[in-house]
């Protein structure tokens, strides 16, 4: 265990403890080099890949080589799954190449908006789950879908504050906050996140993690960006830990005005 | 329905009027707008916008790399066939020109295929022209079946097929298809269209219906820019791919719109299509439509494809040849048409690293498909 994992604030994922609340994604990356540069800078210790993008069962492939060498948690995603049966078919042969079984679950049926089906995506959760993965489902800001998947028995519930690579930081606030108020496993909020200020806002509300991509990778310097999200991250679940003072309609004195009637 | 109904409903010398009539204010109102219309679009491929290429140039990579990141995919052309029944005036394969007609067994195609794979191409494009005798359903299941092993993505750009057969072959392990229209233009899709059953020009047109239908993941369509008159036939296309997108929201839609290339028989291009023309219309396309594939043929000279890569383009084909056996013999001889851009697929990589982009072969799975 290293000494980053000692300190007692960890996020505990299906027993498995991880001191880093920052998870990134490898895609939209100009190069293998600026991808592992923006990791290693983000001191993210899980790493998700999709299995689309990578050829599992070689060994040289580049992305799965560079990554080889980084003490982290590769999490194969299911980007491109259209339905639970070919999530659940991707999962299996990342397993049987070798993979943890550990698994992002992404139900995507619309390329576009890359938006998660909630139906497709329980089922596959509910059959992951019961072959032994431990499963992370990317969902809607919908907190009923989110007790359901609980119930079902999967590891983290991650809904995504907007529409992934939209960068629009945060606009699932009032869902994500419900999510986060009934979870009994870890909360990650993925996708949508464009700026640090976003991952401190998400942790200020009490998420558990981030995990953030297309910001980090198609900025100019996607290492000094990672590094920045590190930052946001530490910084807003610091200030979620050490109690955010609630907000007022109006201003309030730090010196009551009523302290007269003490003296 | 389909795209035919609203095809039906669109009326071409209208739609050219607008667009022909749209001026500064029309152009710098669209660019300035998050979410385009239609009409907005017709701006943006107004000659009036030739005045803004810089501005619709900066949106459109800006847009492109939020999308789609610092990422091109790279595929690469099987022809299997040069077998062609039909008559297109622009094409090498027109059956009335007199070339060696050669069609590749099953073993022929896959050694053509390993020699792609060795060069690290995973996502093929099987083509042939209109050839149903010898490109038949059962040829291009087992060539399917047995490429799947090796390539994550296998997609048609033959003659158009039924939704049935589009279906059988896609359980086989296809998931896309490609099918130009050459142009919207009816009149004169007959003049260029002499024989053969591409003279149907609705059959062609409903193509990508049946392929939605028939659940492929992958649709692609396309002009042949120098047809008919490039801007009304964009602004066809781009109706086409929006049309597509709604209605098949499970395929991903992309576009190609090359310029037509000198090829056997000597045909000339019935208009001009400048380079700046080109990068308008990828900007436009890329500006009005955010999420769609646009892709970048080797028609193009390799300076020029350079050049284009920032402004919206997401696939490229590298090392093409377009000729059946091509790869194995090293020759283009009979080919459709030229290729410009003879690179490589390692030199085509070299040139995106040194732009800044990452050279993507795989970008799909096999495993999707059972």
Redesign the interface.
């Known amino acids: 265990m290293t000494a980053k994992q000692q300190s007692d604030d960890n996020i505990i994922i299906n027993g498995r403890e991880f001191s880093s609340r920052l998870f990134v994604g490898t895609g939209k990356f100009s190069s293998v080099q600026s991808m592992v540069g923006a990791i290693k800078a983000s001191g993210a210790e899980i790493v998700t890949v999709a299995l689309r993008r990578v050829d599992i069962d070689n060994p040289v492939d580049d992305i799965i080589s560079a990554l080889g060498g980084l003490d982290i948690l590769i999490l194969p995603n299911t980007s491109g799954a259209r339905n639970a049966d070919e999530a659940v078919r991707l999962a299996r042969l990342a397993r049987a190449a070798g993979c943890e079984p550990w698994i992002k679950l992404e139900v995507t049926p619309d390329p576009n908006y890359l938006l998660p089906d909630p139906i497709e995506t329980l089922k596959a959760a509910k059959i992951l789950v019961k072959d032994g993965f431990t499963v992370m489902p990317y969902i809607n800001a919908d907190p009923i879908l989110a007790k359901r998947l609980q119930d079902a028995g999967v590891h983290t519930v991650m809904p995504l504050g907007s529409p992934i690579g939209s960068n629009q930081g945060l606009r699932t606030k009032d869902s994500i906050r419900i999510i986060i108020e009934q979870a009994e496993v870890p909360v990650v909020v993925d996708a949508g996140l464009g700026a640090a200020s976003h991952a401190a806002q998400a942790m200020e509300l009490g998420a558990d993690a981030v995990l953030v991509n297309t910001a980090i990778a198609v900025s100019k310097n996607p290492a000094m960006m990672a590094h920045s999200f590190m930052l946001g991250t530490i910084a807003g679940r610091e200030a979620f830990l050490a109690g955010i003072p609630s907000k007022r309609e109006t201003a309030e004195a730090s010196s009551p005005l009523t302290g007269f009637l003490r003296e | 329905m389909t795209f035919s109904d609203v095809f039906k409903t669109l009326d071409r010398s209208e739609i050219e009027e607008t667009l022909y009539k749209k001026d500064t204010n029309d152009v710098k109102s669209a660019i300035a707008k998050t979410k385009l219309t239609y009409d907005d679009f017709l701006a943006l491929i107004s000659p009036a916008a030739e005045a803004h290429i810089d501005e619709m140039a900066k949106r459109a990579n800006s847009i492109v ?7 091109i995919n790279l595929y690469a052309p099987l022809y299997v066939s040069n077998e062609c029944t039909n008559s297109c005036v622009y094409c090498g394969f027109n059956v009335n020109n007199k070339i060696k007609r050669v069609s590749l067994t099953i073993d022929e195609a896959l050694k053509e295929a390993d020699i792609l794979y060795n060069h690290g191409i ?1 996502d093929i494009l099987l083509v042939s022209g209109e050839a149903p005798k010898t490109v038949t359903i059962p040829y291009l299941k087992e060539l399917t079946q047995r490429l799947h092993r090796k390539f ?1 993505s296998i997609a048609l750009e033959i003659y158009p097929l039924s939704a049935d057969d589009y279906r059988q072959i896609a359980r086989a392990g296809c998931d896309g298809l490609t099918i130009y229209q050459e142009s919207y233009d009816g009149e004169l899709y007959e003049k260029v269209h002499l024989k053969g059953r591409k003279r149907d020009f609705f059959y062609r047109l409903e193509t990508p219906d049946r392929g939605g239908a028939a659940g492929l ?1 992958r649709l692609g369509i396309g002009i042949l820019m120098g047809l008919s008159d490039w801007r009304t036939d964009c602004a066809f296309l781009a109706k086409h791919a929006a049309y597509l ?1 709604k209605k098949y ?4 839609i992309s576009v190609s719109f090359p310029r037509l290339r000198p090829a056997f028989g000597g045909f000339e291009p019935l208009c001009d299509v400048t380079d700046a023309n080109l990068v308008q219309v990828i900007t436009a396309l890329r500006i009005y439509l ?2 769609i594939g646009i892709v970048l043929s080797t028609r193009e000279k390799p300076a020029l494809r350079d050049s284009l890569v920032p402004l919206g383009i997401t696939q490229m084909s590298a090392g093409s040849k377009t000729t059946p056996g091509g790869y194995v013999t090293d020759t283009n001889s009979c080919e459709q048409f030229a290729v410009e851009d003879t690179r490589s697929p390692a030199d085509v990589c070299r040139m995106l ?1 040194r732009l ?3 050279p ?1 072969f ?4 096999a ?2 498909i ?1």
């Open positions: 790399k939020r999308r789609f990141g610092n990422v995973r994550a993941r997108t929201w499970r395929s991903k955010n999420d690293s800044g982009y990452d993507v795989k970008d799909w799975d495993g999707f059972r």
